[in-house]
């Protein structure tokens, strides 16, 4: 057990509709990365948070937006859904900006439909 | 960040030595190795890492040859639940980047009864 946790577990969606996923980072740690993983794939980062800013981010569109928390928690919202982002959506605690081991979540399962 | 080269798959006998070999020949002298693991569905799960020394905890060693170039985790005694998919990373860690992990396509372990 990593102590980072993730909600909800799994989710459903309809294309075009908004979603929210929280990550609760583990005591201590005030970096949280986000990465998504394809079925088959590798996780590909999405973007980091660290102290409340975003620190850094990969190759995912605008409507992939975050957010960090005072208490280091944070959330990943993905506007305009579309059936490309059905993926399992993880989470990873860190601290000094992601330069130390980062820890994962269990991650969230997310289906476009 | 430098490419890694990993066997798509691997078998081992339970209770034998697991040895899963990484090439990385572009590495650069201030990057490290890091294994990481996933079981089926969930998030990947840190094991060890290292930049020029062997490293041992109570999970795995990592053997890193004197070039850098290659590198092998080693399961000292395999035990069905080690079945998984092994990523060997190169991070390049410093105040300016993320210290984003760059999964590849890793190494299915399947250790069989």
């Known amino acids: 057990e990593t102590g980072v946790t993730q909600s909800p577990t799994h989710l459903i969606k309809t294309r075009g509709q908004q979603v929210t996923l929280r990550c609760s980072s583990q005591?201590?740690?005030?970096?949280v990365s986000w990465y998504q993983q394809a079925l088959g794939q590798g996780p590909q980062f999405i973007f980091q948070?660290?102290?409340?800013?975003?620190?850094g981010r990969g190759n995912f569109p605008p409507r992939f937006s975050g957010l960090q928390f005072p208490n280091y928690s944070s959330e990943l919202n993905v506007n305009a859904l579309e059936l490309d982002d059905s993926a399992l959506y993880l989470c990873?605690?860190?601290?000094?900006?992601?330069?130390?081991?980062?820890?994962f979540g269990p991650g969230t399962r997310l289906l476009v439909l | 960040d430098a490419k890694t080269t990993q066997p798509p798959s691997m078998d081992c006998a339970e209770g034998r030595a697991a040895n899963l070999p990484c090439n990385h020949s572009?590495?650069?002298?201030?990057?490290?190795v890091y294994w990481y693991r996933q079981i089926h569905s969930q998030g990947p799960q840190y094991i060890i890492h290292g930049l020029k020394n062997n490293e041992t905890n109570e999970m795995a060693s990592l053997i890193i040859t004197e070039d850098r170039k290659s590198s092998t985790l080693i399961l000292p005694h395999a035990t069905l639940r080690d079945t998984a998919v092994y990523y060997c990373i190169v991070r390049f860690l410093a105040s300016s980047n993320t210290g984003k992990l760059i999964f590849g396509q890793g190494t299915t372990l399947q250790v069989k009864p």
């Open positions: 572009t590495i650069s002298g201030n990057e490290y």
């Open positions: 990873a605690s860190s601290t000094l900006g992601g330069l130390e081991t980062q820890y």
């Open positions: 948070y660290y102290r409340e800013e975003e620190n």
């Open positions: 005591s201590g740690h005030n970096t």
